[in-house]
């Protein structure tokens, strides 16, 4: 079964500042899709950002972008500019490609999540 | 569009009672998934639908289920409900059942069990 792991429970960042949330999973597949997504306090799941495994190039969406390792099987977030709206958990997840009896299928496997402060 | 939708958002039961929660997709939405989120246990899938059949499965008792209307409106259904069974539960809505459309999630419902 596919893993996902989020190893800082928290995290602090200063309005304007840079701050990057690591997250490692483990799967078998060589093709498959990441994701970011944010929990604010109202706990609707936001999509932050994607990135799909066959692609090289790490995604990026306005202020937040990804530092995608395949080979590590590793996959950050970056927040730049932070602004005290992003204050939120953060999940990472996984998303496999192949539905079979023996996995998740198309199932997002979430991490335990990232609590991000942001201070002014 | 509207987003998915979920009722009741607030949901206070006995243990041993059963609950029945509703997920309404976004227009146009066929495949919908659910989650559990707890303090303890994270973020878990329950199951995920399309067309009207369940197309995958987590790691759950059989208490929990669900269905799929042909107007792809999901409910769950949990029996005999026990405490742990407290959490936020998630319903997503995709196109349809490939991976490489993203799921929306509702504000999800929040279930005590007393």
């Known amino acids: 079964a596919q893993t996902v792991t989020q190893s800082q429970p928290e995290m602090s960042v200063q309005e304007a500042e840079t701050v990057t949330l690591s997250c490692t999973y483990d799967?078998?597949?060589?093709?498959?899709?990441l994701f970011w997504y944010k929990q604010p306090p109202s706990r609707q799941m936001i999509l932050v950002i994607r990135q799909e495994a066959y692609k090289q190039q790490n995604a990026t969406e306005n202020r937040f972008s990804v530092n995608f390792q395949k080979a590590a099987k590793s996959f950050s977030l970056k927040i730049s500019d932070s602004q005290l709206g992003d204050a939120a958990m953060y999940f990472c997840a996984y998303r496999g490609t192949i539905l079979s009896n023996s996995n998740s299928g198309y199932a997002l496997n979430f991490g335990k999540g990232t609590s991000l402060l942001v201070t002014p | 569009k509207a987003g998915v939708t979920q009722t009741p958002r607030y949901l206070i039961k006995t243990r041993g009672q059963q609950v029945t929660l509703s997920c309404s997709p976004i227009s146009g939405h066929r495949s919908v998934s659910w989650y559990q989120q707890t303090p303890g246990q994270g973020l878990q899938f329950l199951f995920e639908?399309?067309?009207?059949?369940?197309?995958n499965k987590g790691n759950f008792p059989g208490r929990f289920s669900g269905r799929q209307f042909s107007n792809s409106r999901s409910e769950m259904n949990v029996s005999t409900l026990e405490l742990g069974d407290s959490a936020l539960y998630l319903c997503?809505?995709?196109?349809?059942?490939?991976?490489?459309?993203?799921?929306?999630f509702g504000p999800g419902t929040r279930l005590t069990v007393t």
């Open positions: 799967t078998s597949e060589s093709d498959y899709y």
């Open positions: 639908y399309f067309s009207e059949t369940q197309r």
């Open positions: 997503a809505s995709s196109l349809a059942l490939q991976a490489n459309y993203e799921q929306y």
